[in-house]
């Protein structure tokens, strides 16, 4: 607690004095002297909490909010679907806010509590230590208005009509609650100890009650939010209320390419490779996407390490470029800016210089170890039938019937028809029982460890997860290759490393503040390695250097895995174009920490040169002004004062009319008697008379 400075002042009336009639300010100031907030002996703040909060696009808004002032209900455990009797008809304490177990985290309850939401204050969902058997708040037809399907082209395709991808999804991330839902690791002791209902009769006051803040600025759609900001803009003090969703995308090459040559370039042929990095769950910034996004990106990582050494020997005709997405989830955000960029000269290749492309999936669940390729019906190709490989078998999904599973090769067929295949663990619907949820962790991808192992032992362990992605890895690397026109005799040379994957999954999955990951960025950016990392796109950034931690990370991974580890000073490295033979429009120069050698003390920092580049994943629909677009994903972030959740305990509606009245009464009593001093001050305090003065 700070200290305070407790300034007094005192009025003094002096009478019989050489000062008649003069009154006294006196004005006394202590300083250093701690103060106890009324406020912290009441309330009590509940750390460790994380909100939903209120997401909008072209037509709607979906999400929580609080009002103003925050919402404030008498705490109600939810023990069974049973239970809501109480809150929502029977209890005579209303209004409640819920805390529900994990497991009652359910559409049909959150829509029963929708409806009923005047007699309810708020919701709070405890976090679990164990998983459920399944949930997936995400819709059963992910991105299914903005992909290449519609009701004009392959309308039997569309909106899910033949394969339903995620049969779990119980949607509730995509509906709009006009109370707060709050996530939480606290107790539940409170309730227990004063609130608790027993043989159905009401508990005793005082009552436990819990008070939570998120409230919201921006309301109805984007189009609504992006106007009202425009017209804060011209305000003196401008206060925006929502953001664009959106960060950069991380690319990179076998070969470099000239960043200043935009545009299309003659003679190039591009296979393209590309997985993406985000994904969301129902809470703010808690996502984890381990088989939703992360088996998919780590795969792509590996393949193009394990193709370093042999596009270096023999280097494939056609290039190969490796793309990572962000912005995904929310209609395809990342890949959708890319081919905007491409089609408007603004990228170093155009649409007509890809040759074909590769997207990994969700690969992390194989069941029977088979893996299976999902191609566009219409455009079957040979691409398809090179890609098989031995072990792990893999297999064409069906062609005629089934349509691209939700996937960023779509925004490139809806611009343009190009060859390509999405390589997945499902044939038909998603095995990932928890897609887009918070329970898609470490555990439902089974990564295991021995007991009793340190972290760096964790590292370093080689796991079956880890194992299998590698074969995986090794399989998309030898695609790549010979898809690019590769050596066909270089072909069985190329092999993932299992190490790398293992210690990939490690961080991202378990913890990213490790050796390895410390050792890839440079020191000035170790604090972005917080555990777990977040997967959730957040809001745009104009600036590369403020790209999302995950965005970075996935960057330095990729440059030190493809490029190649140069002499170069820090100071070289920070201005290479200083040297003959460097360039930063061919190269980017990153100075990283290293890893301490053996019998060392001090890690050995070196400058890694990579053709690895950021390019903005903005949707095109922002700097078209487009907000109402139904070409371009529209989604932005609302805008908040602050997030809070705090318990206290609450007298009984008597006792509060009790206190008031007696403070009310206490108020006109000082008032009168004040009154009758006042009136009477020249009796109360008259001065003696002074003696007449003699005469001289």
């Known amino acids: ?32 002297v701690n103060s106890n907030s009324v406020a912290q002996k009441i309330y009590v703040e509940v750390n460790n909490t994380v909100p939903c909060v209120r997401l909008l696009n072209a037509t709607h808004q979906i999400g929580c909010q609080s009002s103003i002032s925050g919402d404030t209900g008498v705490i109600h455990v939810l023990e069974s679907e049973a239970d809501l009797e109480w809150p929502l008809t029977k209890g005579p304490n209303p209004p409640y806010m819920i ?56 309308p039997h395709l569309a909106h899910c009509n033949t394969t339903v991808w995620n049969p779990l999804g119980n949607g509730l991330s995509y509906e709009e609650f006009d109370f707060p839902v709050f996530s939480l690791k606290e107790d539940k002791q409170c309730y227990y100890d004063h609130n608790r209902v027993v043989n159905g009769s009401a508990p005793q ?40 969703l959106g960060d950069f995308n991380v690319w990179g090459s076998i070969r470099p390419y000239n960043r200043s040559q935009l545009g299309h370039r003659d003679n190039e042929s591009v296979v393209m490779a590309a997985a993406r990095l985000d994904s969301r769950a129902f809470f703010w910034d808690v996502s984890t996407g381990a088989e939703g996004s992360i088996s998919g990106f780590v795969t792509l990582l590996a393949a193009a390490h394990a193709l370093r050494d042999v596009t270096q020997v023999a280097p494939p005709t056609h290039n190969i470029l490796f793309a990572f997405f962000q912005g995904e989830a929310f209609d395809y955000i990342g890949s959708s800016r890319m081919v905007y960029d491409m089609q408007n000269g603004k990228f170093v290749i155009d649409l007509d210089n890809v040759h074909s492309l590769l997207e990994i999936g969700q690969v992390g669940l194989r069941n029977g170890s088979d ?56 044939r038909a619907a998603f095995n990932n029982k928890y897609y887009e949820s918070y329970y898609d962790n470490a555990d439902n991808l089974n990564l295991r460890y021995p007991p009793n192992m340190t972290a760096e032992e964790q590292l370093e362990f080689l796991t079956d997860t880890a194992m299998a992605l590698t074969e995986v890895a090794t399989v998309v690397a030898r695609a790549l290759y010979k898809q690019a026109g590769g050596d066909g005799t270089q072909v069985d040379n190329i092999k993932a490393d299992s190490k790398t994957v293992t210690q990939m999954l490690f961080g991202f999955l378990v913890q990213a503040n490790n050796s390895w990951f410390q050792a890839l960025i440079p020191p000035e950016l170790k604090d972005m390695l917080s555990d777990p990392p977040d997967f959730y796109v957040g809001v745009a950034s104009s600036s590369p250097a403020k790209a999302k931690p995950l965005t970075r990370l996935v960057q330095f991974l990729l440059a030190n895995l493809t490029g190649t580890a140069t002499n170069l000073t820090q100071d070289q490295c920070q201005k290479p174009d200083d040297l003959p033979d460097e360039s930063v429009q ?21 400058c890694v040169r990579a053709s690895v580049r950021l390019s903005q994943a903005l949707s095109p629909a922002f700097d078209l002004g487009e907000y109402a677009s139904r070409n371009y994903s529209t989604w932005t972030e609302s805008r908040w004062k602050f997030i809070k959740a705090r318990i206290f305990l609450v007298a009984s509606r008597d006792l509060e009319m009790l206190t008031l009245g007696v403070g009310v009464a206490v108020l006109f009593s000082s008032l009168l008697v004040t009154y009758f001093i006042s009136t009477k001050a020249d009796v109360l305090f008259s001065s003696a008379r002074e003696p007449a003065s003699a005469a001289y």
């Open 586 to 606: 061919m190269y980017s120069y990153l100075w990283v920490q290293g890893t301490v050698p053996h019998n060392g003390t001090e890690k050995g920092p070196f």
């Open 1 to 32: 607690m700070k200290d305070n400075c407790i300034c007094v002042l005192m009025v003094c009336c002096v009478c019989n004095t050489p000062l008649h009639g003069l009154d006294f300010f006196v004005f006394l100031c202590f300083s250093d």
């Open 99 to 154: 805390l529900l177990e994990s497991h009652l985290f359910t559409r049909s309850i959150m829509m029963k509590i929708k409806k009923e939401s005047s007699r309810i204050a708020g919701v709070t969902v405890v976090v679990p230590n164990t998983s459920p058997s399944e949930f997936s708040p995400h819709t059963t037809c992910p991105n299914e208005n903005t992909g290449v399907y519609s009701d004009t082209y392959g």
């Open 371 to 426: 893996l299976f390729l999902h191609s566009d019906p219409r455009y079957r190709c040979s691409l398809i039938h090179r890609h098989h490989a031995r072990r792990p078998p893999v297999h064409d999904a069906p062609g005629v019937s089934q349509p691209l599973p939700p996937s960023s090769l779509q925004r490139f067929l809806r611009a343009q028809n190009i060859p390509g295949i999405v390589l997945a663990d499902h």
């Open 205 to 244: 006051y005082p009552l436990c009650a819990m008070q939570l803040f998120s409230h919201m600025f921006a309301v109805t759609d984007t189009a609504t939010c992006m106007r009202r900001n425009d017209v804060i803009n011209f305000s003196i003090n401008p206060e925006m209320v929502c953001d664009p």
